[in-house]
Nanobody, 121 residues
Framework: QVQLVESGGGLVQAGGSLRLSCAAS????????MGWFRQAPGKEREFVSA????????YYVSSVKGRFTISRDNAKNTVYLQMNSLKPEDTAVYYC??????????????WGQGIQVTVSS
């Protein structure tokens, strides 16, 4: 069973950047597809981005394409989400997720505790 811990969130002005990290432990990291999700107040959790086990498959929700970049370092058991040109509507709690079979927008088995990202206008 894998444990996931997010870091790197915080408060940033619109147009700024943040890099989220998700450190995994307790499993073989390279055997998991990884995803990032977010949930804004009063809204349902939303898929943001996903990356395959070797980094060869990458997916983004349309609203972040061209602004966010997902990557992973299997040697460091970490997945990243580089977020540029941030907008107030990106404000949410961001969650890291892992699954051995699924990739994309749903059904991940393992989840982090979430980290707050707040973008001020």
């Amino acid at each position: 069973q894998v444990q996931l811990v997010e870091s790197g969130g915080g408060l940033v002005q619109a147009g700024g950047s943040l890099r989220l990290s998700c450190a995994a432990s307790g499993g073989t990291f390279s055997s998991y597809n990884m995803g990032w999700f977010r949930q804004a107040p009063g809204k349902e959790r939303e898929f943001v981005s996903a990356i395959g086990k070797s980094g060869g498959m990458i997916y983004y929700v349309s609203s972040v394409k061209g602004r966010f970049t997902i990557s992973r370092d299997n040697a460091k058991n970490t997945v990243y989400l580089q977020m540029n040109s941030l907008k107030p509507e990106d404000t949410a709690v961001y969650y890291c997720a892992a699954d051995k079979l699924r990739i994309g927008s749903g059904g991940y088995d393992y989840w982090g505790q979430g980290i707050q990202v707040t973008v001020s206008s």
